[in-house]
């Protein structure tokens, strides 16, 4: 049994297949999923699918590519969500991006303390995006994240910063990189870190893993990132697959079907 920690399965390239793409899945024993949300939009059709779908879960949150779009209204509306939605579990994907820097980074420091914030008053976890943005990363949750949990979604820091995000408490997930051939520090991350500490993700459409690098990503590809895992660690991926599952539920606080 397998569980897709994040997924964005309401994004427009499943809008031709996503019912066969959510059959495909069950049928390769993924036994969860979460669908993370990524601005207000998204995020209500997450909740939307997660409600049609028992062994999908919903994540609540404003990614910090549409950071500059945030208005107050959204918070409020978020923490209705936390309270009100039984399949939203956590507040995610938020986070820093310097990579494409779609948002000012200012900005996005704000709207990522604001949902640390609202996650932290409503006693969930979090899914945080991280990328070229690691020294505030490290800041923001040193200063801002005491007693909080969350994952460092499709994580891409280095040994140093692993082990001190396992300190904090947080986990980590990774996704379709791992399986590729230039991965250099990822899997030195991997060998190191315990399983009790990892998850698995698909990060799908996008992310792809090999051997299907080029083509658009889903939820049944989980098994290839189980694998690379397992390969690393000298583990079958079956163990690899039910001790990340454990984690993500444990971490998501899912009770187990
Ligand atoms: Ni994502």
Redesign the pocket.
């Known amino acids: 049994m397998l569980f897709d920690s994040?997924?964005?399965l309401t994004d427009e390239r499943f809008d031709d297949d996503r019912d066969d793409v959510i059959e495909r899945a069950k049928s390769e024993k993924i036994s969860g999923i979460i669908n993370?949300g990524?601005c207000m939009k998204s995020s209500a059709a997450s909740i939307a699918l997660a409600n049609r779908h028992p062994f999908i879960y919903a994540a609540v949150g404003i990614?910090p590519h549409d950071a500059k779009d945030a208005v107050e209204a959204d918070y409020a509306q978020m923490e209705d969500w936390l309270r009100q939605e039984k399949k939203v579990i956590a507040v995610g994907?938020i986070g820093l991006d310097y990579y494409y820097d779609f948002s000012p980074k200012e900005v996005q420091k704000e709207v990522f303390l604001r949902q640390l914030q609202l996650a932290k008053k409503n006693d969930r976890p979090v899914?945080i995006?991280n990328r070229d943005s690691h020294g505030d990363m490290m800041e923001i949750l040193r200063r801002e994240a005491k007693g909080m949990q969350g994952v460092l979604?499709?994580f891409s820091g280095g040994l140093e910063m692993a082990r001190e995000l396992l300190k904090m408490g947080f986990y980590l997930s990774v996704a379709g990189p791992l399986t590729y051939k230039n991965a250099a520090v990822l899997p030195e991350v991997v060998k190191e870190i315990p399983l009790e500490r990892l998850l698995i993700?698909t990060?799908c459409p996008?992310l792809t893993p090999q051997p299907h690098r080029g083509k658009r990503n889903e939820p049944a590809y989980v098994r290839y990132v189980a694998e690379k895992i397992a390969e690393i660690k000298g583990k079958t991926w079956q163990e690899v697959a039910s001790v990340t599952r454990e984690n993500t539920l444990r971490l998501f606080r899912i009770a187990a079907k």
């Open positions: 994040h997924a964005h993370a990524a990614h994907e899914i995006h979604h499709c993700e990060d996008y």
